[in-house]
């Protein structure tokens, strides 16, 4: 049965009409869902969002109707296509997020598919209970998904996957009529397909499904051929096919004396993994079990190679493991390139011949540490004696959190190689027994080697599963010539190991045309059969599982596909800007919510649209460049439109795992597009704000009379298109360069300060945002200084450029980073450093002056970015280096509350600032777990982003600041985040360094 996949706007358009919930049409919008995590891209026809079950039942009918095809989507991490169709993608991840009902007693819990799978876990916790199986996803994974694609992750050695906990559903049929699906007594089975059965010409869908499905199973050669083609029985991790296999394993179709180990017949188990090709699931019923045990310990066996390290796997697993992980020397390779990963690989030590090791993690969790410290020592002794690792470190609490986000973000990682040679999801999901894990591997890279391939191992070692990802250029045919070779003939190796070539996650466009060579031709005939009995118009999710594509058709990357040269005027080292973006492989990391914790990304925490993540922005700005038709390529809405809500916080540069910097795109995309389109007025006004400020700065008491006063504030703000509701900083009645001036030539200065004390030099770099309106923070920064015994210098500089980059002025943000290099780099170095006050203003030197700057600056933009440092990066150097002691600060007690900037974060880290304010020996300091406070520059106060902006602080900040006694003290280094603070909750947030200050004795 085909579809037709056009159909005209105005039935389309007529039936956004008719849903409560979304319809969208638009070109932005279907790019956005033209991907998922895989290597494919097909245009959909449209998008929903529904808000209710009748609006499914709206897109089914039309659907049907229409005879177009509808693909059920929750995070769309898919790694093999299976939501990219050319249909309506029907997104549940917005409005489907309840958790409907949790049974304590009976274990169980109801919920709607788009719960996120951690956070279903963080809900259960206090009832003691826990649902299993886990993703690398699992922050951002859904349970639709998860039951979709049959998911599971590194604990399923002893959770196994999510068919295994899936009790009941409730699913829309491809009718649109409602069904439950649930466990079956024997008889309560037989008297179903008795009643379907007598109802002869009058049976329903329902029936059908149930008389279908009975007389695929009941036949003693489907039997057979089942129970001889699919997986060996050994083989875990299977998800190849429709899971018929399974459905015989229960009453009534095994034999008599098998029938002891016979479950329940539940045609759950066929719905889990069939990727949404059978029904609409709109509640899940999970099985839950009690929470692990409390202490995680996790051996990290550092082994010689891949090969030893799969040997040992077999021995770890009488140790009763949790989950036994693989991480390759490459991973590791990569880990050391990414700026959070690398703090994550702590624990790794060199092979004797200094190159890195493969490491097993092998997760230990018993009740008590002892327990696992008696289990970890006689598990590394046996490894010893058997010659197997070299190196068993043994981590526990925080450090078991580092090993698995390193773990995870293998895959990520991997996407970091610049140019156009990724590391492919091809064949990364192939399962076999784990004792034939070492030769199959062996047979497996003799394979690569033959084709002058090589591969990256990892995951999930301890059920025979690795995820192994051939490098591959997919942008050219030889690419794709290898991308289908290397697939059939591990297609063929799996099944000479009787293997499945899906573990966990599924078939997609990737690996269904293998499923009739991994199950035979007469399986796959049942499976047809199966599907057409389901659903018989194929509306739901065609082309998966079967009637495949070809799997080299609609690949993201056409053959030998020509884009032109683009210039920017960003370096994006080896790489240019598309290659930039075409790094993200549509992981979803940034799909996370404020529940996981993290900045990235804050504007899909506040939206929860697909739209405003950070891999909707990569993936635009990737079809745009490579796509559009305009001679500048930049000059499209479509980008305008997703990057609107980019904060350009650089969440994403710190915490994406391919190292996807959105900010820097969006900085460039806006410079590109005032080149065709002149520079907003707005945002000349805010990238010239220094110039405006100092002007100001002539009448400050004008300046302030006006923002303070509410009525001529909202007609100041409205005339220059701001938020009538937003506050604005006050100037200060003096600049801190002019009191720094008056200062340093007095005569009462050289007595008494800096100069006759001083034994070393720093220089103060004097940003806008402390000249004109933090000056009391630059004061007793500057008063700290001397105090601790440093002469303070302000040098001649220009501002930061930070409004103008923040603004796309980019043109104008390098002539003043040449000014500033020019003027500062034979003045700094080691010894005498330029610190800065405000993080966002300092950070420029390291984070985009050297990308900006004029090739023969570059150099000395990078000299200077090692000595620029933020003052409490400074103060926490020279307590390292023991110039500063905690003598000489108050031995009160305090309290800290730390709300950290993104750009620290993100280009730095927190540590500095705890370290530093941790210096009076009874002051506590406690990080905030906020993301981006909302703020972020200007964005903040826009009139379009001010509604956004305080819901982002919402999320965590405000109602974290709120909770604080008085005597807490708020502490934030950025001045974007003070301001959002008081705004927000009416506190008053203090910089790191009055805090200092005002601790001093
Ligand atoms: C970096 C990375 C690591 C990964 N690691 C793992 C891993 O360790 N283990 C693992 O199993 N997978 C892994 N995956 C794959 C993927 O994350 C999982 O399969 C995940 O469970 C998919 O969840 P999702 O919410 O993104 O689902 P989606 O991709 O949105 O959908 C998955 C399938 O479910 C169907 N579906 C969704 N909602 C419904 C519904 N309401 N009704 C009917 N069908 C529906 C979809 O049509 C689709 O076929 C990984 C992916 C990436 C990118
Ligand atoms: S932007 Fe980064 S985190 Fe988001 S999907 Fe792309 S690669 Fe993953
Ligand atoms: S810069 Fe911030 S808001 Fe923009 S995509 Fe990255 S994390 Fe999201």
Not at 257 to 272: G, H, P, R, V, Y
Not at 294 to 311: F, M, P, W, Y
Request: with cysteine; charged share 25%.
């Amino acid at each position: 049965m085909t579809l037709q996949s056009s159909v005209s706007n105005l039935s389309l358009n007529s039936l956004a009409d008719q849903l409560e919930g979304e319809l969208f049409l638009d070109n932005t919008i279907r790019t956005l869902y033209a991907t998922d995590a895989s290597a494919y891209r097909e245009m959909p026809l449209a998008v929903s969002i529904p808000k209710s079950e009748a609006d499914i039942k709206k897109l089914i009918a039309f659907a049907n109707e229409n005879r177009i095809s509808l693909i059920p989507r929750t995070a769309g991490t898919s790694l093999a296509g299976q939501v990219v169709g050319n249909g309506i993608v029907v997104d549940v991840s917005k409005n489907f997020t309840k958790i409907l009902e949790v049974n304590q007693q009976e274990r169980w819990v109801r919920v709607q598919p788009g719960v996120v799978r951690d956070e279903l876990n963080m809900a259960l916790k206090p009832y003691g209970l826990y649902f299993g199986p886990e993703t690398s996803t699992a922050n951002r994974a859904m349970i639709g998904g998860m039951v979709g694609n049959n998911s599971c992750g590194s604990n399923s050695i002893v959770y196994g996957s999510a068919r295994e906990h899936t009790l009941e559903v409730k699913a829309i049929l491809a009718d649109g009529t409602d069904a439950e699906f649930k466990s079956l007594s024997s008889s309560e089975y037989k008297n179903l397909i008795n009643q379907s059965l007598s109802k002869n010409g009058s049976a329903g869908l329902l029936d059908k499904i149930y008389l279908k499905t009975n007389e695929i199973l009941s036949s003693a050669e489907n039997q057979a051929e089942i129970r001889k083609n699919f997986p060996k029985p050994s083989v875990e991790r299977r998800n190849t096919g429709y899971a018929l296999d399974m459905l015989l394993n229960t009453e009534p179709y095994l034999s008599s004396d098998e029938n002891q180990t016979a479950k329940q017949f539940n045609m759950c188990s066929l719905i889990a993994g069939s990727e949404g090709t059978l029904c609409f699931l709109t509640e899940i019923k999970l099985n839950l079990v009690p929470l692990p045990p409390k202490t995680q310990g996790l051996v990290c066996v550092h082994c010689n190679s891949i090969d030893e390290a799969l040997r040992a796997t077999v021995l770890t697993l009488k140790y009763g493991p949790h989950a036994v992980e693989l991480i390759d020397n490459y991973v590791l390779e990569c880990a050391m390139l990414n700026v959070e990963q690398k703090k994550n690989a702590f624990f790794v030590m060199d092979k004797p011949d200094g190159t890195l090791p493969a490491i097993l993690v092998v997760d230990l969790s018993r009740e008590t540490k002892e327990e696992v410290e008696a289990l970890a020592l006689e598990m590394s002794a046996e490894l010893h004696q058997s010659g197997m690792g070299f190196h068993y470190p043994l981590l526990f609490g925080d450090d078991t959190k580092k090993i698995w986000t390193l773990r995870k973000a293998g895959l990520g990682l991997l996407s970091n190689i610049p140019g156009d040679e990724k590391a492919v999801a091809v064949i990364e999901d192939t399962a076999v027994d784990v004792y034939d894990q070492p030769e199959y591997i062996r047979d497996f890279n003799e394979i690569l080697k033959k084709n002058g391939m090589s591969a990256v191992h990892y995951a999930h070692a301890g059920t025979g599963e690795l995820h192994l990802r051939p490098i591959i250029n997919l942008k050219t045919s030889e690419g794709h010539r290898q991308f289908r070779m290397i697939a059939e003939e591990i297609a063929a190796l799996v099944k000479k190991y009787d293997g499945s070539l899906s573990g966990e996650h599924g078939d997609g466009r990737l690996r269904g045309e293998f499923i009739p060579k991994m199950v035979g031709e007469h399986n796959y005939q049942l499976f047809k059969d199966i599907k057409n009995a389901w659903d018989p118009n194929h509306i739901f999710n065609p082309g998966k599982i079967v009637d495949t594509a070809p799997m080299d058709t609609f690949l993201r990357y056409e053959a030998d596909q020509k884009t032109p040269e683009f210039k920017t005027y960003f370096r994006f080292h080896d790489q240019d800007i598309l290659q930039h973006a075409e790094q993200c492989n549509g992981s979803g990391d940034c799909r996370k919510t404020q529940m996981s914790g993290g900045t990235m990304c804050p504007s899909f925490m506040a939206t929860r649209n697909e739209k405003d993540t950070t891999r909707a922005r990569a993936n635009i700005l990737r079809e745009m460049l490579t796509h559009s038709p305009k001679e500048n390529r930049f000059d499209n809405h479509e980008i305008k439109e997703v990057y609107d809500l980019c904060l350009a916080c650089k969440g994403c540069k710190g915490e994406c795992p391919s190292n996807v910097d959105v900010a820097k795109l969006k900085m460039e995309f806006l410079q590109q597009y005032h080149d065709v389109h002149g520079v907003p007025m707005r945002s000349w006004l805010v990238g010239n704000f220094s110039k405006m400020t100092g002007l100001a700065s002539y009448v400050p008491w004008a300046y302030n009379l006006i923002y303070k006063n509410k009525p001529l504030r909202k007609i100041a703000n409205s005339m220059v298109g701001f938020h009538p509701e937003r506050t604005m900083p006050l100037l200060h009645s003096t600049t801190l360069k002019s009191w720094w001036n008056k200062r340093v030539n007095s005569s009462a200065y050289t007595l008494s300060d800096a100069s006759s004390i001083a034994a070393k030099k720093v220089y103060l770099f004097c940003d806008e945002f402390t000249n004109y309106n933090d000056v009391e923070i630059g004061k007793k920064s500057i008063l700290t200084l001397e105090k601790l015994g440093y002469q303070v210098v302000i040098p001649d500089h220009a501002p930061s450029g930070r409004p103008q980059l923040s603004k796309g002025l980019l043109k104008d943000a390098k002539v003043i980073a040449e000014k500033n290099i020019r003027l500062l780099k034979d003045i700094i170095s080691y010894d005498t450093p330029l610190i800065g006050i405000e993080p966002s203003a300092i950070l420029t030197f390291r984070d985009e002056y050297p990308d900006l700057v004029s090739d023969e600056l570059v150099e000395d933009a990078k000299k200077l970015a090692q000595n620029a440092l933020q003052f409490d990066e400074f103060i926490a150097r020279e307590i390292e280096l023991k110039h500063i002691s905690k003598d000489v600060f108050t031995k009160e007690k305090r309290l800290i509350k730390l709300h950290g900037h993104c750009q620290q974060k993100a280009i730095s880290s927190m540590v500095p600032t705890k370290k530093m304010l941790s210096l009076p020996e009874n002051y506590t300091v406690q990080l905030i777990p906020s993301g981006c406070c909302g703020m972020a520059g200007s964005f903040g106060y826009e009139k379009e982003h001010y509604d956004i902006s305080m819901q982002i602080g919402e999320l965590v900040l405000f109602p974290a600041v709120r909770q604080q006694p008085e005597e807490v003290i708020i502490a934030a280094p950025g001045t974007s985040c003070r301001h959002q603070i008081h705004d927000g909750t009416g506190r008053k947030a203090q910089h790191p360094a009055e805090i200092l200050w005002e601790a001093l004795l």
